[in-house]
């Protein structure tokens, strides 16, 4: 009996200092979005990396984590001791999340104009919007009013469809569409128009 108290408490001691934190894949994820991007608009001739991050794997698969490594992006702490979870690359190439990139790359050919002439630009959540048509005919705003929708519920998808592959919590959604936000608009082309974080339309 006296045994068993003591095994009890010594768990939860140790239950007490080991504690169990998921950390978001930041840095994957700024890989990801950038393969993406260049998937979609075609790559970018003087790419702009996230400061302190190394250059872009060219594979979509994800790499397999080193056997010494952990396997998930879960930080297990005992006392002051932390283990780094593995550099890892997010899986990118599902069915769904090919389907979408193929989508949103033929409509983009379709958008190029107007990202060109400054009709639309690159919003700062992650989609597009409709910045000036007041040079269009009526015949082409609702043409590109219907682009900038469909492409919208794309890139949506697009993302949802990340957080699902990557089986990562769905209260992670934001922080995935908040980073390509930054990458769409960091990796926008001259000319290009885009969306500070106050939701002022400025040319890059």
Known sequence: MRFGMKLAITVLLVSACVSVNIYFP???MN???DKIIDDI????KSPTPPAGQPAQPKS???AKPSSAAPA???VVAVGPAIVEAAEMDLNISTPAIRAVRESLRARYQQLLP?????VVGTTNTGLIGVRDASSLALKDKATVNGLVEQQNKDLRTLYEEIVKANKLDRSAAPEVQRIFANRWRERAKPGRWIQNDTGQWVQK
Request: net charge negative; hydrophobic share 40%.
């Open 26 to 28: 930041a840095a994957a």
């Open 41 to 44: 608009e075609g790559p970018d």
């Open 72 to 74: 998930a992006w879960r």
């Open 31 to 33: 890989r990801a979005a």
């Open 114 to 118: 107007y990202f060109e002439n400054g």
């Open 60 to 62: 979509d698969q994800p």
